[in-house]
């Protein structure tokens, strides 16, 4: 059966990194974000309350474009980072700092809303969880440039978004993964434990969750 996995999470939680690993495991295809030249992002940087509006429905067409694409794809995929994202935590967080106004915030929304209906959601989305401090250091670690203004606090408050978006989320079934306490870089029975909940989330199983001790155990495989 042919399935759509979309991969949620914040910045440096290693989202393109599970997705690669899973689709190696899997036999599944794997669906990254490609590079959108967006026509708004240097005004956007020049003046964030003039622009945010104009550049986040860009971005919103641009995914909503790629959702559908992939409902449609001939064989199983993983996506990075889901649709939902954009709107639920990107575009929220520029209101809740001001850079996008009452107005435009509203009308935005009203397009993710009213676009979203007709869209089938994935069979899974999967959220991974790891707190601010650990982010920081992934995110120190893998050395990208344009990240080294990332502080702490902007993380936690993209954290406390997510959270109250995940437990929100009713438009599929999510199975959500403690990332601070599972390296499925280092430790290959990590990385199974994380196929094997998959598996059981998408066979229908309603409470899915990792438990210490065979996380413990997985990390010994």
Not at 62 to 71: A, G, K, V
Not at 81 to 104: H, P, T, V
Not at 116 to 141: G, H, K, N, W
């Amino acid at each position: 059966m042919k399935r759509f996995i979309a991969i949620a999470g914040n910045i440096g939680v290693g989202k393109s990194t599970l997705v690669n690993m899973l689709c190696e495991q899997m036999g599944w295809e794997p669906f990254f974000e490609p590079v959108a030249q967006n026509p708004y992002l240097a005004d956007f940087y020049e003046d964030m309350s003039a622009w945010a509006f104009h550049s986040q429905v860009f971005f919103l067409t641009h995914r909503l474009r790629s959702h559908l694409n992939l409902t449609q794809h001939s064989s199983s995929v993983i996506q990075d980072r889901s649709l939902y994202e954009d709107a639920e935590i990107f575009a929220y967080n520029l209101y809740r700092q001001g850079n996008m106004s009452e107005r435009d915030y509203q009308t935005y929304r009203d397009l993710y809303e009213t676009a979203v209906q007709f869209l089938p959601p994935p069979d899974l989305v999967i959220y991974l969880r790891a707190s601010a401090e650990t982010l920081l250091s992934r995110i120190s670690r893998r050395g990208r440039n344009y990240e080294t203004a990332i502080t702490e606090e902007y993380l936690q408050n993209l954290n406390t978004l997510y959270e109250g978006w995940i437990e929100n989320f009713t438009l599929c079934p999510i199975l959500a993964i403690p990332a601070d306490d599972l390296d499925y870089v280092a430790h290959n029975g990590h990385l199974r434990l994380i196929v094997s909940k998959i598996e059981a989330k998408l066979s229908g199983k309603e409470e899915v969750v990792f438990e210490a001790d065979e996380m413990a155990k997985a990390a010994e495989d």
